[in-house]
């Protein structure tokens, strides 16, 4: 997304997981990466890393001084890390929506959502419906890019 969105070449080097890349990052093996807060914010917090700009549209309660690609004059830009509980299709709906009562739950409680929040998440817990929409919007807009970008499954 951001090779598209400021028309830059950037060499990717795949890894197998974020630790090595992140052990990488710190160690100056390589110039930059995005990862999510979770991740990053302990270095970042540290000064073994300089955040430049975060993905989302709106500033991260973790990094209020951190501006986003938006701000810094990427338009269009959002991309954010995401985790959702799923269950399998024939998941009765009354196993549903009890699922949901207690995640839900479980973010309002105070320790929870502290903890998410100084992890640099932003707990949300909506309804099944809700994540459902959002979630296939995710899938159609990524869609798009991964075609503009030309990626093919090998």
Known sequence: MLEVRANVDILTI?????????????????????GGPSALLGHIQSGRL???????????????NVPTFVESGL???????????????RTPPDVIARLNREVVKALT???????????GAEPVGNSPAELGAFYLSEMDRLGKLVTALGVKAE
């Open 14 to 34: 795949p890894y197998k997981g974020g630790a090595k890349a992140l052990s990488d990052l710190v160690a100056g093996q390589i110039d930059m990466s995005m």
């Open 50 to 64: 300089r955040a430049i700009a975060s993905t989302g549209l709106k500033r991260s309660p973790a990094m209020p």
């Open 109 to 119: 409680e105070a320790e929870v959502r502290s903890t998410l929040v100084a992890m």
């Open 75 to 89: 338009a269009d830009f959002e991309f954010n890390e995401w985790y959702a509980l799923f269950a399998p299709d």
